[in-house]
């Protein structure tokens, strides 16, 4: 029989994926679910009311939100990122945070990699060009041999490492976190940002955000980059500051930008969007059907890991 234990699915994605919501529903019974919008503040905590457990995508869970939620026991996310969650603040609030990091982590590098297949061969604009009337034979420069830098080694770092393998990149890395041994058994080369900056054809993020990385691509970093060069953010919008980059963008000083994230979800700078060498995508990087069910699975298992194992 279903545990009747309230849980409020917040996160429209997961309530709409009719193959999550069966799953749940064989494990508990008093559910309710967000079809239709984006929540925050008031309207989250309205949401919740006097739900146990919460499964959260992108909503923020801060202070305000756990003070008016009292009920609440347990957050599990769907997704990997934590940087909407107030871990603090659920700590003093006893309120379990469910997580499980990776879980999308191939999809998201997958994304990566055809970014950088997109930028390289001038996918992206010859193919609007072509929709444009004009016949420009630009093929690009080929993937393979070139200089990729990799900022952040975490799940999806290293899997964007292991799939550049049959390109045979020069591939320089840069993380927090001492990984002599991986490094070395890539083959890639440990480098200081400032390297990869001034050296790397290829700049890729994939940092999680914090005071220290927010805006980590701005003016002084965005001087250092080689103006052939292509930046991919797969990680999280903040990490750029975007009206430098449209700055360098327009004169020319970086070669082209690849996107999947922004400072606000959905984007409000149709400037930026409409640069013929910025290729945007939704935040679609972790929306494999595969991914999506992985992540999904996981909020559920936690769920039952803390209301009926």
Known sequence: MPN??????????????????????????????????????????????????AIVALEKIDNYILDRCPN??????????????????????????????????????????????????????????LKWGLWNKNGGLQLSGRTVGIIGVGNVGKEVIRLLKPFNCRIMVN??????????????????????????EIISLHMPLNSDTKHFINETTLALIRPDAYIINTARGPLVDYSTLKDSLLNKKVAGFATDVY??????????LSFDNVICTPHIGGNSKEAVFAMGMSAIDHLKQYFIV
């Open 4 to 53: 009747q234990s309230s849980i409020a699915v917040c996160s429209k994605t997961f309530s709409n994926t009719s193959i999550l919501v069966e799953e749940l529903k064989k494990c508990f019974s008093n559910l309710e679910f967000n079809y239709e919008k984006d929540l925050d503040g008031d309207e989250l905590v309205a949401f919740i009311g006097e739900a146990k457990g």
């Open 175 to 200: 993380d927090i976190i001492n990984q002599d041994d991986y490094y070395q058994a890539q083959g890639v080369k440990e480098a200081s940002k400032e390297q990869i900056l001034k050296e790397a």
């Open 263 to 272: 400072d606000e979800e959905p984007p409000k700078d149709k400037e930026l």
């Open 72 to 129: 609440l026991e347990v957050i599990v996310k769907y997704g990997v990122g934590l940087d909407n969650l107030d871990l603090a603040s659920c700590k003093r609030h006893n309120v379990r945070v469910g997580w499980t990091g990776g879980t999308n982590r191939l999809s998201v590098a997958e994304m990566t990699i055809g970014f950088m297949l997109a930028l390289s061969r001038n996918l992206f604009r010859s193919s609007l060009e």
